[in-house]
């Protein structure tokens, strides 16, 4: 059941992530650069909301018997992968930019293929990560799982304060 549970939440995250991708690669970008307010809505916001869970994580208590949350129910892990990649504006934006520059690279003819790449890639890289914490779950120490949240917190208020700095950039 375990095993079940960890891969049902990577699904749900390579779904996400997948969807972003096709939309970044096959045209996002065209709304933003004609949507000025959209694009600042998503710096602002998205830098907010980036700080927020990285002050969070970097004020999260590790218990010392806390397991994953593998009673959580489905929609709610279906929100949660959705905010993940979705929520996440350097994901949106750097998307467009890589993935746009990428398409207008790419010959007519390898286009399909580059894309199935990418997405093979998502599905890889985010099993892959499922099944090293599944295997090295045990090995997660107290001190270590509150050094990751405070490492991983740290670089997502980087990321937040630097998309507030790309808003107020854009006001001038």
Known sequence: ML?????FVSMNVIFFDI???LLCFYGIGGVLQKHQLLKQGILLFGGLAVAAIGFG???SKIEENQEVKLNESIPKIIVSA???TWMNPQAIIDGTLLFGGFRASL??????VFIIGVALAS???FTGLAAATILFRKSFTMKILKVINVVCG???MVYGVK????FIATLR
């Open 3 to 7: 095993v079940l549970n960890y891969f």
């Open 19 to 21: 969807e972003l991708a």
């Open 57 to 59: 994580l970097i004020r």
């Open 82 to 84: 959705f905010m993940v």
């Open 107 to 112: 010959p007519t003819d390898v286009i399909n």
């Open 123 to 125: 599905f890889i890289w």
């Open 154 to 156: 740290g670089i997502l």
């Open 163 to 166: 998309l507030i700095l790309s």
